[in-house]
């Protein structure tokens, strides 16, 4: 058998799929795992020289430790989403999916164990999960759409990169465009925006004390919709726990040495002065954040994984998604 079939396109990915409907009284069997807030369905890659069929199957097996036989196609779906596997070579990277849906005939006494891990080594496991779970479940229309009297197959359309909730962080090294790209995200959403250096600093370049800056940011983590950009690594946690989506500007060093060059002598929606000279600290922090706040915040992706994580790597592509984000209001 061969390899799976997720293969590089461009910046991105394809991905082909199998997923299993596996029913019993009124529920729908669904994996979890401790670094994802989500359920999804029993699954995984077809691998190259097997159909679809097979591949359902093979999944199955692999995962509850029990071989099923398929009853019938159900779905097709395409989806459009952002990886969020961050120990991997794919994480932040565009997939394009496309999934084949089966109903797997379930005997009355079948007992499911769960065998599987994610492909970055987290152990799964296995849930029957109700159509009015309020927790996120992938694919959405498992909630809604599944009938087994239905024979026909439905083909589902679903674009996940714009899908961004009320709660949004920016993230990013000094210099990466948090702010300007806040400024932008607010405009397209409507959502509020809290610049974090307004409540750290005072317009005597004074600030105030940690504990003011706390109780103001966790006030703000209370409301229901908000943007938030600024690093502030001692507060990602209490963020990360508190978004829906968290948008990473993941940019080049030299990109963000000339994004503090450039704006030098500006008015900054972010900060309460004008900065007339480059900051040598800001310059230090810049040059040692891949190498120390990156792999902390990567760590924290894995253990506070946000429903949505967006990992932007230039300036362009961030540009590029805002367009879309615009595009796609336009069509809803």
């Not at 239905?150 to 909730?165: E, N, P, Q, S």
């Not at 060059?261 to 972010?270: L, M, V």
């Amino acid at each position: 058998m061969g390899p799976d079939i997720c293969v590089p396109c461009g910046e991105g990915i394809v991905n082909i799929r199998v997923g299993a409907i596996i029913l019993k009284d009124g529920r729908f069997l669904m994996v979890k795992n401790a670094r994802a807030g989500y359920f999804y369905s029993v699954g995984g890659r077809i691998k190259f020289g097997e159909t679809a069929e097979e591949a359902v199957v093979r999944e199955v097996e692999e995962e509850t430790g029990i071989r099923l036989a398929v009853d019938r196609l159900g779905f097709v779906q395409e989806n459009y989403f952002y990886g969020d596997a961050p120990s991997t070579d794919r994480f932040g990277k565009v997939y394009y999916e496309l999934a084949f849906y089966f109903y797997m005939k379930t005997p009355a006494d079948f007992e499911p164990v769960c065998r599987s891990f994610t492909e970055d080594g987290v152990q799964e496991s296995l849930e029957w999960v109700s159509p009015d779970e309020p927790r996120t479940v992938y694919p959405e229309f498992f909630r809604t759409a599944l009938d087994p009297e239905d024979r026909t197959v439905r083909h589902m359309v679903k674009d996940d990169r714009f899908d961004i909730g009320r709660r949004i962080l920016v993230l990013g090294c000094p210099g990466s465009g948090k702010s300007n790209f806040a400024v932008r995200l607010a405009a397209l959403t409507g959502l509020p925006t809290t610049h974090l250096d307004r409540i750290w600093w005072k317009p005597d370049r004074t600030h105030v004390s940690r504990e003011e800056f706390d109780r103001r940011l966790a006030g703000l983590l209370q409301e229901d919709e908000w943007i938030l950009d600024g690093d502030y690594s001692r507060t990602y946690e209490p963020r990360l726990r508190a978004c829906d989506t968290a948008i990473f500007l993941d940019i080049d060093e030299e990109e963000c040495l000339a994004g503090i060059t450039a704006r030098i002598g500006k008015e900054r929606p972010d900060m309460p002065w004008t900065e007339q000279e480059i900051d040598p600290e800001l310059v230090a922090e810049i040059r040692k954040y891949r190498t120390e706040k990156r792999p902390v915040l990567m760590e924290l992706f894995r253990k506070y994984p946000p429903r949505r994580l967006i990992v932007l790597r230039s300036r362009e592509e961030a540009s590029a998604w805002l367009e879309g984000l615009a595009r796609n209001a336009r069509q809803e």
